[in-house]
């Protein structure tokens, strides 16, 4: 009698543990299965892009704009200036030395050897006024000015020319046959320039 009672207690005790069991499986189960599909949303939530472009705004630099207009207009300056010196300088010096020769052939006065030779020397084809090294001179500093930058070519071209005009205007006209060359020497080299860096030039 005790066995059967126990018996049947335990039969009984057993089948509610495996039943309780069986419910907290499926109880802690489902809650992994939570967890886990609220991991999942998290993971993968992400703000949407129109949301993020709202949220930002873009404000300009303009301290730093107008600096580098400033500096932009220096360097065309400086530019133009040198343009105006150098060709009247190299007017200058061709005249000079083209006088010598009318002097000396009209007979009003003498000079010295050494004279002649470096004022022939200066306006040579390869003289330090010459058109090769003048060009190269204004080229040179054009390229130093703009750092190297392709994109600033046009306008140190354009600060050549009005450098060039500059200088015809203090000459009181137009300058030499010597400056007419560099003129064209230095906007060849340019577009030389122009061409290495893949940019077009007019024709």
């Known amino acids: 009698m005790v066995n059967g009672v126990t018996s049947s207690q335990a039969s009984a005790a057993y089948s509610a543990y495996t039943s309780t069991a069986k419910a907290n499986k499926d109880t802690t189960a489902d809650s992994k299965s939570a967890v886990k599909s609220g991991a999942d949303v998290a993971a993968t939530y992400e703000p949407s892009a129109e949301g993020a472009k709202a949220a930002k705004t873009y404000t300009q630099n303009t301290e730093l704009i107008n600096q580098l207009k400033l500096d932009a207009e220096s360097r065309t300056q400086n530019l133009q200036s040198l343009v105006q010196k150098l060709m009247s300088q190299q007017a200058t010096t061709y005249g000079n030395a083209t006088d010598i020769w009318s002097f000396l052939r009209e007979g009003n006065f003498t000079v010295d050897p050494e ?64 400056s007419q060359k560099t003129y064209g020497a230095v906007l060849q080299k340019f577009d030389e320039l122009k061409k290495q860096y893949g940019l077009t030039t007019e024709e």
């Open 115 to 178: 004279t002649k030779a470096q004022a022939q020397a200066d306006i040579a084809e390869d003289g330090y006024w010459g058109v090769n090294q003048t060009s190269d001179r204004i080229v040179s500093f054009a390229t130093a000015l703009t750092g190297g930058d392709p994109s600033k070519l046009d306008s140190m071209i354009d600060a050549f020319k009005k450098g060039f005009a500059q200088a015809e205007k203090t000459w009181g006209g137009e300058l030499p046959e010597i």
